[in-house]
C-alpha cells in the first residue's frame, strides 16, 4: 500500500505542466482548425484512477473530419512542441480515434459512440472545461 501513497504524493514539475501546457494549447488549436465540435477538456489531476492527467474529448461530423482532426492534433503538436503520440487507436474503425501524449488523452469522436460511451459521465468528478469551436 505504501507504494500507492508514494503516487499520490508525487510531485508535478513546472517543466512537465509547462510542457503538458503547451502541447494541450497546440491540441485545443488543432481541433478547432478542423471545426472540431464540443470541445470539452477535463481536469483529472485530483482523481487517483485517472489514467492520465487531462482528457480532451471532441465531435466530428463525420469520418472525413474524424480523421483531419486527429491527423491535424499529431501534425501541429509534432509542429509545435517536438512530440509525438505514444499510441493511437481507431483508425480503421473511424468512430472513435484515441490519441494518447501519455499526460493527456484525445477522444476524437462522431456523436453516436460519444452518446453512447458518455465519458463525461464515467469521469464526473474531473472539472470539465467547455472549448468554444
Not at 478547432?32 to 466530428?60: H, R, Y
Not at 474503425?93 to 459512440?113: F, G, R, T
Amino acid at each position: 500500500m505504501s507504494n500507492l501513497n508514494l503516487l499520490d504524493s508525487r510531485k508535478k514539475s513546472p517543466t512537465r505542466i509547462t510542457r503538458n501546457s503547451k502541447i494541450f494549447k497546440a491540441i485545443i488549436n488543432a481541433i478547432q482548425d478542423k471545426k472540431g465540435e464540443a470541445i470539452i477538456s477535463m481536469d483529472l489531476k485530483n482523481i487517483p484512477e485517472a489514467v492520465a492527467d487531462f482528457f480532451i474529448i471532441c465531435e466530428a461530423s463525420n469520418n472525413n473530419q474524424l480523421r483531419a482532426i486527429a491527423d491535424n492534433i499529431e501534425k501541429e503538436v509534432k509542429e509545435k512542441c517536438d512530440e509525438s503520440p505514444y499510441k493511437h487507436e481507431g483508425r480503421q474503425a473511424e468512430q472513435w480515434i484515441l490519441i494518447d501524449y501519455v499526460n493527456i488523452v484525445i477522444h476524437v469522436m462522431l456523436p453516436e459512440p460519444r452518446k453512447f460511451y458518455q465519458l463525461e459521465e464515467l469521469w464526473s468528478d474531473a472539472i470539465t472545461v467547455e472549448h468554444l469551436s
